[in-house]
């Protein structure tokens, strides 16, 4: 598995749709894969950003994930990109919520952060944790 990405955040949206929207215009990931229930759900999807990727899915679909992660609050994530700056404007030209502008970090990053549609909070930034 070298190589391979073994932890991949998965969230719940009201309007998965409209985050997929966001994800990919505002910050740049990639749509990888959607399934829909037939009432127009979405059941699953997958977003890849680089090496990584998060999975995403409807609210109210009643699998035991959604059950589980129905009162769980707003989570954050943190992504890697290789220009900060550039990130940035793409997030603002798309209407994203910029919590923080891109900022120089004392432990040697440079990341701003973001609120995405329904509240959950991604930063951006230089630094990669080496494991």
Do not use: C
Request: net charge negative.
């Amino acid at each position: 598995m070298a190589g391979q990405p073994s932890v991949f955040p998965a969230l719940v949206y009201r309007d998965a749709k409209a985050a997929i929207r966001q994800l990919t215009e505002a910050f740049g990931f990639t749509r990888v894969a959607v399934y829909e229930g037939e009432d127009g759900t979405v059941r699953h999807a997958e977003l890849s950003y680089g090496p990584g990727a998060v999975m995403l899915g409807s609210k109210g679909t009643g699998s035991v994930f959604d059950k589980a992660m129905a009162d769980a609050g707003p989570t954050g994530i943190y992504v890697v990109v290789d220009d900060v700056d550039a990130h940035h404007r793409r997030a603002v030209e798309h209407g994203a919520e910029i919590l923080m502008e891109p900022t120089d970090q004392d432990y040697g990053s440079r990341d701003y952060m973001a609120r995405d549609v329904e509240g959950n909070i991604w930063s951006f930034g230089t630094y990669a944790p080496q494991l």
